[in-house]
């Protein structure tokens, strides 16, 4: 069946990058996402990326595929404490298949 | 985006009760999805609800236990029957954006089963 693996954890300083990192298995996922959730907060979309696409920027958010190797990366520059959250990808297929979450990487930020 | 709103916002039930969550999206949109955020856990895809059709389950997901209403393009509503514990959870619902593939995802609704 499907599956998204992220990592549960990832701890940066204030202002460094951070680099959030996604595998999934469905070869035919066509589109790629990430989400963020606060603290009891509901799910923002962040950005999202074709899968016949490499990298896509937005702000300070830079997200990499590398489709081979089924891996999708978040990069946020200059991470500030607002950042702290759970941050979600997900895959799709596109139409009323709906979305396939991993379980969320918890980003800390260290002062 | 779109502004979609969850009712109610949490709540806290006894097992063999029923609760039905209400969404509500400020534009029409032709689908809708439930989803379920266990403690700790992922989301998991309940089912998709289209407008004028029945909605589709995914596995392990049944229309008895989680019947689901879409009487228009911009309402529905989940129901969770006869619950038990492990029915605690955050019910979320999702909508389509103005592009096809962007999901836009509901404040959600906290359960708890006692």
């Known amino acids: 069946g499907e599956d998204v693996e992220q990592s549960l954890f990832l701890s940066v300083r204030e202002g460094d990058s951070s680099v959030i990192n996604c595998t999934y298995t469905d070869s035919s996922s066509t589109y790629l996402y990430w989400y963020k959730q606060e603290p009891g907060a509901g799910l923002q979309l962040l950005t999202y990326i074709f899968s016949n696409m490499d990298m896509k920027q937005d702000q300070r958010l830079t997200v990499l595929l590398n489709k081979k190797d089924k891996h999708l990366s978040l990069r946020i520059a200059d991470t500030q404490t607002g950042d702290s959250a759970i941050y979600f990808c997900a895959e799709g297929g596109g139409g009323a298949d709906g979305l396939t979450f991993g379980k969320g990487t918890h980003l800390i930020i260290q002062p | 985006s779109a502004v979609i709103s969850q009712k109610p916002s949490r709540d806290i039930c006894q097992r063999g009760t029923s609760l039905t969550i209400q969404c509500q999206v400020d534009?029409?949109?032709?689908?809708m999805f439930w989803y379920r955020q266990q403690p700790g856990q992922s989301l998991t895809l309940i089912a998709t609800a289209n407008q004028g059709s029945e909605a589709t389950y995914e596995s392990g997901f049944v229309i008895d236990k989680f019947p689901i209403s879409r009487p228009n393009l911009t309402f529905s509503t989940l129901t969770v029957s006869n619950m038990s514990p492990e029915d605690s959870s955050i019910y979320l619902c999702?909508?389509?954006?103005?592009?096809?593939?962007?999901?836009?995802f509901g404040p959600g609704t906290r359960l708890t089963v006692t």
């Open positions: 999702s909508v389509e954006g103005r592009g096809p593939l962007e999901q836009y």
């Open positions: 534009s029409q949109v032709t689908m």
